[in-house]
Nanobody
Framework: QVQLVESGGGLVQAGGSLRLSCVASGRTFSSNGMGWFRQAPGKEREFVAT????????YYADSVKGRFTISRDNTKNTQYLQMNSLKPEDTAVYYC?????????????????WGQGTQVTVSS
């Protein structure tokens, strides 16, 4: 059974930092692109960041570019999202996704596997 489990969410003040982790089990994703998405209350889930199979290519939503960094450790079957300079508008449930080919993608429909989500709340 394939599982993606996120961790690292929590409550932080504006300007603070959090690091999310997503550990995969049940299969390896070392040859696949992975990504992070988020869903704020009352809004649709949106793209945040994505990374290719090797970690050598990444792509970010404009709203997080320069503040968030996506990375991965294929030896641990894990991807990360370092979030700095957090803003109240970053408050959302953050989901990791995996399974798209070898490259990165900002499109939700191409990901086969999803985590259950981790809540990030940024207070002003």
């Amino acid at each position: 059974q394939v599982q993606l489990v996120e961790s690292g969410g929590g409550l932080v003040q504006a300007g603070g930092s959090l690091r999310l982790s997503c550990v995969a089990s049940g299969r390896t994703f070392s040859s696949n692109g992975m990504g992070w998405f988020r869903q704020a209350p009352g809004k649709e889930r949106e793209f945040v960041a994505t990374i290719n199979w090797s970690g050598g290519s990444t792509y970010y939503a404009d709203s997080v570019k320069g503040r968030f960094t996506i990375s991965r450790d294929n030896t641990k079957n894990t991807q990360y999202l370092q979030m700095n300079s957090l803003k109240p508008e970053d408050t959302a449930v953050y989901y990791c996704a995996a399974g798209y080919g070898s490259g990165w993608s900002a499109q939700q429909q191409v990901y086969e596997y999803w985590g259950q989500g981790t809540q990030v709340t940024v207070s002003s």
